[in-house]
């Protein structure tokens, strides 16, 4: 292993196993066109402001595009031993370059470079997560748009409540996920401040210019105090929060889909190409992507739990506890990428059993509720026609009827109120039809649910 790059004040070699211990080029390696890109808006602005010659500054420019296209190509592979991906590039700019390369970190620390590597790293992250939780949307929405008649129970409790349409149901999350992005939106404009030149907590002497290595990163402007700059992680706590949400709304919607393809609902079949057998039993059909999803969704909060339990007890400035950070945003990110990317084709391709729903919803009383309101638009008050026709259901499950077979006379014998166009009342079409409320899941409604959507998706 080479020399460390502090080796000055020391008399020793690092131990192999601190080393080891100590070194995150393992998983900030994934930086290193941020860490370069960070590092040219650096030496720019150093050459601009003569703190160090204008043409060590355009070769150290050049050796860092040198160094990108290295990486990129696999010419240049990471070194493992390395401290991590700053010190790595640091030093082969200078194996390549050699006094001149040593000038990059002028006033400049790792504290400020890698808050700002990891910025520039996640916006690009959030923007492609941004593009698949639209996607996402947009899917669910046009599977909306064919399902708007598809009449299904709607439960609270698990047990059958009033009746909804699986369009309805699907424009529920659609709402959660126009939602997801908006926080995405909103922590990308707050991240988006630059820490560059907070140097290691203190600022510097040079005369730096940071409105400039801000503008030429895409900032909105420089952080205004050096020791935040540093120190400040709220970013990643904040992300990983909406990226908490995404991953609980697709869990919430992988456990329904999870019950609706078992025998017991019967509401969907996935397609083959995405549900799994048993090495054991030749006719499972199995949903394990969802599963995974639910699963996956523990791990995302649990990446949450750590950065904050990270950061609560930190004294200001940088301290070696923040180098955890990364793998747990990271970790966050890669499975929120991987479970929505996954998801998609999954729910666009599934089929939907359109007759098993609208049998679920025949029964289990899911009209009890029309029944009493028609009471109500008769004259009777809430609670009385509430009470009465808790007893007529009382009735039918003694006698396995339905709302809908129970004769008129076991109607008319509770209130003279009823008469035949009850029967009209309670069927579920006119139920579904009737509720025309906003947000409700008449036809009618869905539409416009759908038309607020898709003017916020732009489709
Ligand atoms: N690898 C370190 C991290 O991820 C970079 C910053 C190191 N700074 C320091 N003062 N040791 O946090």
């Not at 009823?418 to 009342?425: G, I, L």
Request: aromatic share 8%.
């Amino acid at each position: 292993m080479a020399d460390m790059m502090w080796a000055g004040r020391f008399s020793k070699k690092i131990d192999d196993t601190v080393n080891a211990f100590n070194s995150s080029i393992a998983f900030d390696g994934r930086m290193y066109r941020h860490d370069i890109q960070g590092s040219i808006a650096h030496a720019t602005m150093l050459g601009d402001c003569g703190i160090i010659p204008k043409e060590d500054s355009l070769q150290i420019i050049d050796g860092l595009k040198e160094i990108l296209a290295d990486i990129d190509s696999g010419k240049l592979e990471l070194d493992p031993s390395a401290e991590d991906i700053h010190m790595f590039i640091e030093a082969e700019l200078t194996k390549r370059l050699g006094d001149v390369g040593k000038r990059l970190h002028t006033s400049r620390s790792r504290n400020d470079q890698v808050a700002v590597d990891i910025r520039l790293y996640l916006r690009d992250e959030i923007q492609e997560i941004y593009t698949l939780v639209k996607k996402l949307a947009v899917t669910l929405v046009e599977m909306a748009e064919n399902h708007k008649e598809t009449i299904m129970p709607g439960y609270t409790h698990l047990q059958r409540a009033q009746p909804v349409t699986f369009a309805h149901h699907l424009m529920a999350y659609v709402f959660m996920f126009l939602r997801d992005l908006d926080r995405l939106n909103d922590v990308s404009k707050r991240m988006n401040y630059c820490p560059l030149g907070s140097g290691a907590l203190a600022g510097t002497t040079y005369r730096t210019n940071r409105k400039q290595t801000a503008e030429l990163l895409g900032f909105t402007a420089p952080m205004p105090n050096s020791l935040d700059g540093v120190s400040d992680r709220d970013f990643c706590v904040e992300l990983n929060c909406a990226l908490s949400l995404i991953m609980t709304h697709l869990s919430r919607f992988s456990e329904e889909i999870i019950m609706w393809c078992s025998w017991e609902f019967k509401f969907i079949e996935l397609d083959d190409a995405f549900a799994t057998g048993s090495s054991i039993m030749p006719q499972k059909k199995n949903p394990d992507i969802t599963e995974l999803i639910r699963g996956k969704t523990g791990r995302v909060n649990g990446d949450l739990v750590t950065l904050l339990s990270m950061l609560k007890g930190l004294p200001l400035a940088y301290n070696k506890d923040m180098q955890e950070d990364k793998e747990a945003i990271f970790d966050a990110v890669d499975n929120v990428k991987l479970c929505v990317k996954t998801f998609i084709p999954m729910i666009s391709t599934m089929k939907v059993l359109k007759e098993n729903m609208r049998n679920a919803a025949a029964r289990g009383f899911i009209n009890a509720t029309d029944c009493a309101d028609y009471l109500v638009k008769k004259g009777m008050p809430f609670r009385d026609a509430y009470k009465i026709t808790g007893t007529l259901v009382a009735q039918c499950i003694e006698k396995n009827l339905t709302l809908e077979t129970l004769p008129i006379e076991d109607y008319k014998a509770m209130t003279e109120l009823f008469d035949n166009d009850v029967y009209e009342a309670i069927n579920l079409e006119t139920c579904v039809r009737e509720r025309k409320s906003e947000g409700a899941p008449s036809p009618e409604s869905v539409t416009e649910q759908i038309s607020i959507a898709r003017k916020a998706l732009e489709i």
